[in-house]
Structure formats: structure tokens, C-alpha cells
């Protein structure tokens, strides 16, 4: 299967595993991640987040509910809201949830914002899980015809060491887990000396939901940066 398919059964894989019941896309683009997971109802809050607003709005309508999503009695109600707005900044909308996912953003974001970033999800967001997805550079090699970054849009492409150098500062900073693993395998014997297409690490914050002390319901100065784009009740 394409390689985007594998990343999203990736996180499809771990929600089934871990059954969160909030969980927010950073960079969700045409929201097709967010498409698969609103059939796994463990989830009662689904949310996105993208710089791009167009281009969200461009899908979001896809989301809507079709009539036959009301006739499972068995659900139990979904909530899903679509904002705009950069993961550099911080919203207290997005505070306390289970899970986060950044598949293949980190790459469009400058070094400096990657550090922006890193503070506002694990600093601020302090979500339970974290999955983040990235290319691997040492695999370019593999890919035919490939001169330079995978996109031209990318600011960087992270070889195994620099990923796992940036995942572990950021554990010894905001307090979590880290293990890392891939999908898009390398073909047969070369899968140690190049690792995965695409490199994913998955976080945990250590002491799980009670491993943040911070108050959150204390939302005197709470701050709201994104701009809502839709809503839905299912
Ligand atoms: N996650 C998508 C998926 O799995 O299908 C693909 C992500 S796409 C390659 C990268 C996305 O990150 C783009 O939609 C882009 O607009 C978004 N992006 C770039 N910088 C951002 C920022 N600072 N805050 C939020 N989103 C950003």
C-alpha cells in the first residue's frame, strides 16, 4: 500500500490499541487521516489543525455526517472541530487530550519553529500520547529519480540520529517516552543500514494522564489563537 496509507493505519492501529477519546491531527490538511478516524467512535472529540485554511475548508465538508452515520445506536456522540491556525502557537482549546498526531509536518516547519512547536505540543498541549512522522533521509537513496528533499516545501529531512536526537531533548524537557519505528520498509537486507521510509517516534508523558501537574482548569489567562472553520455534532 501507498506509503500515506501506511502512516494513517498506523494511527488507526494505535487508536484501536489505546482508545483515546480526544484526539487532535496538527497539519491535517485535506483532514483524509481525520476521515478514517471518525469511524472508530471510541473517540468523542476529533480535531484539526492546519496553517492552511483553504485548503482545510477546501475538505472539511467531507467530514459532514451521512445519514445512514445516525442510524448506529450504539455510538456515542462525536464532536469534530476544524481550526486554522499554526502549531507554533498556543490555544487552550487543544490542552489535555490523548492523543496528538504530526504526520509528515515537522519537515514544512524552519528549525526554529520546530522549537516553538516542541514547547507548545509537549510543553503546553502535555497531551497523554504523541505520534510524530517524518521522512527518513538516509532512505532517499532508494527513491528512484529523487534529487534533494522529498518536497520542495520541506525545510529539513532528518537522518535516524538527528529524529531521534530532537525526540529525546525533547523528553528530557517536557517529561516523556519516547520509541521509535517506521513504516515503508527498505527491501530485503538493507533494512538495518537505512531504517524506514518514513520515521516515526511515539511518545508517552511519563506518569500518563497524571504525569502534568499543571491546573487545567485554571483557565484565567487562558489564550485562543486559531480561528474555528467548522463544527460538527454527530
Ligand atoms: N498530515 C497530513 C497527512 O497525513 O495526510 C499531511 C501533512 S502535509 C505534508 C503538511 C501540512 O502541514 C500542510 O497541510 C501544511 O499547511 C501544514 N503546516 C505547515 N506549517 C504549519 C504550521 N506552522 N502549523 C500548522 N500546520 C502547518
Not at 487543544?94 to 510543553?123: C, P
Not at 511518545?203 to 472553520?229: E, K, P, Q
Request: net charge negative.
Amino acid at each position: 500500500p501507498a506509503l500515506h496509507r501506511q502512516r494513517h493505519q498506523f494511527v488507526i492501529d494505535f487508536v484501536k490499541q489505546h482508545k483515546p477519546k480526544k484526539v487532535v491531527d496538527l497539519g491535517c490538511s485535506e483532514c483524509s487521516l481525520l476521515k478514517k478516524l471518525r469511524f472508530h467512535r471510541e473517540i468523542e472529540l476529533l480535531v484539526g489543525l492546519d496553517v492552511n485554511g483553504a485548503k482545510v475548508k477546501k475538505h472539511m465538508y467531507g467530514l459532514a455526517p451521512i445519514s445512514t452515520d445516525y442510524l448506529q445506536p450504539t455510538y456515542d456522540q462525536l464532536c469534530i472541530e476544524l481550526y486554522q491556525g499554526s502549531v507554533t502557537q498556543e490555544d487552550a482549546r487543544l490542552r489535555g487530550f490523548d492523543l496528538v498526531t504530526a504526520i509528515e509536518l515537522i519537515e514544512h516547519l524552519t528549525l526554529a519553529d520546530v522549537g516553538l512547536f516542541s514547547a507548545v505540543l509537549f510543553g503546553y498541549m502535555t497531551p497523554v500520547a504523541v505520534i510524530v512522522s517524518t521522512p527518513n533521509s538516509e532512505f532517499n537513496p532508494l527513491l528512484p529519480g529523487l534529487r534533494g528533499f522529498r518536497h520542495s516545501d520541506h525545510k529539513f529531512e532528518w537522518t535516524r540520529a538527528e529524529f531521534r536526537s530532537w525526540a529525546l531533548k525533547v523528553c528530557l524537557d517536557y517529561g516523556y517516552e519516547v520509541a521509535f519505528t517506521g513504516v515503508g520498509q527498505a527491501p530485503q537486507g538493507q533494512q538495518e543500514s537505512v531504517g524506514f521510509c518514513s520515521q516515526i517516534g511515539v511518545f508517552h508523558r511519563i506518569g500518563g494522564r497524571n504525569g502534568c501537574n499543571m491546573l487545567l482548569d485554571d483557565d484565567a489567562d487562558d489564550v485562543f489563537s486559531y480561528t474555528l472553520l467548522y463544527s460538527i455534532k454527530y
